[in-house]
């Protein structure tokens, strides 16, 4: 794997060729923001994206993660302990004001307008999101001219929703505020083609999506625990995603398995580890140093993990 930690340079941003790569060095990590790098990206050099981006976009500033840090105030709250197990701190997305809403549209907005030029015609974009916020994600990404395609179900038990009034639990016990959240959508974009599909994948190599077998088309509802045990071990990061699930997307991403995978956002490497463990090349973005260096680390390690994939329905 090349690790290359400075901030992108127009001539590093191309993720050209890498013709000779061993599947070690099938990766290339930047520490950068993510503008900043994909305003320097060479036009039509991407053929896919698969990113959690932080939708609070408070809860990764220097601030939110110094409280968190500090395990006091701020917008990431401890959840209840329960099986015995003491859960990793939540970000709060319900104490969202209207001001933080109009910079979450304008943030998406941005990264839409940034990536499409950057991404070959027919480049998928996959972005994990929440059933609070998916609206104001997937609106701009459609005004920046991608074409919703699909959302992808990942079927995972999380610790949202589900709670009684607060303060007033005595009260109205038989009262949920929010359901309890069983799944996250996974917003699916397509730039559009450069005219019929077959066209397009012989010219770009992109524009559908890879089947799990010739019997079997990839499927958009997908059953998915949260990474656990030895993922975790390796990768600490809070918005750490399983590696069972993140190299399903990864294989449907290229459907020739040709081309290169972007994660603007990439924590501690989940993606580009399921494209190294795909055999697919990569390229990651990380602006938190402590999250860069994670990354170099826990990517050849969580790439080399036997996982068991749980599977479409
Ligand atoms: C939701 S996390 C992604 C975690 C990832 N799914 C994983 O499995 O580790 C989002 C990441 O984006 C980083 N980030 C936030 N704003 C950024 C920006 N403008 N440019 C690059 N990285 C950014 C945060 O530091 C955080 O690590």
């Given at each position: 794997m090349r690790l290359v930690r400075q901030r992108a340079e127009p001539a590093q941003t191309k993720p050209r060729s890498f013709p000779n790569a061993s599947p070690a060095e099938k990766c290339e990590v930047f520490q950068a923001d993510a503008f900043d790098w994909l305003e320097q990206a060479a036009e039509n050099s991407i053929e896919a994206v698969i990113t959690d981006p932080?939708?609070?976009?408070?809860?990764?500033?220097p601030e939110e993660l110094r409280k968190k840090a500090h395990g006091v105030?701020?917008?990431?709250r401890i959840p209840p302990s329960y099986d015995g197990c003491q859960r990793s701190p939540l970000p709060?997305?319900?104490?969202?004001?209207k001001s933080d809403l109009d910079r979450l549209r304008e943030f998406f907005d941005r990264l839409a307008s940034l990536l499409l030029p950057a991404l070959v015609p027919g480049a998928h974009v996959f972005i994990a999101t929440n059933p609070l916020v998916s609206g104001l994600v997937y609106e701009p990404f459609i005004a920046a001219g991608?074409?919703?395609?699909a959302e992808i179900v990942r079927v995972v038990h999380t610790l949202r929703g589900g709670d009684r009034p607060k303060n007033a639990h005595e009260e109205f016990p038989d009262v949920t505020v929010m359901p309890k959240s069983c799944w996250e959508p996974w917003g699916l974009f397509r730039k559009p083609c450069e005219g019929r599909v077959q066209d397009n994948l012989r010219k770009w190599r992109t524009g559908g999506l890879r089947r799990l077998s010739a019997d079997k088309p990839f499927k958009d509802l997908i059953y998915s625990s949260p990474a656990r045990g030895e993922e975790r071990k390796i990768a600490p990061h809070p918005s750490l995603k399983p590696q069972s699930f993140m190299r399903q997307l990864a294989r449907a991403s290229l459907p020739l398995g040709e081309g290169v995978i972007l994660d603007p956002f990439m924590g501690s490497g989940s993606t580009l580890a399921a494209a190294t463990a795909c055999g697919l090349r990569s390229i990651g973005i990380e602006r938190a140093p402590e999250f860069f260096e994670l990354a170099k680390r826990a990517i050849p390690k969580l790439a080399a993990l036997q996982v068991a994939a749980q599977g479409s329905s």
């Open positions: 932080p939708y609070g976009l408070i809860e990764y500033s105030g701020g917008v990431w709060r997305f319900t104490v969202l004001r991608f074409e919703k395609r």
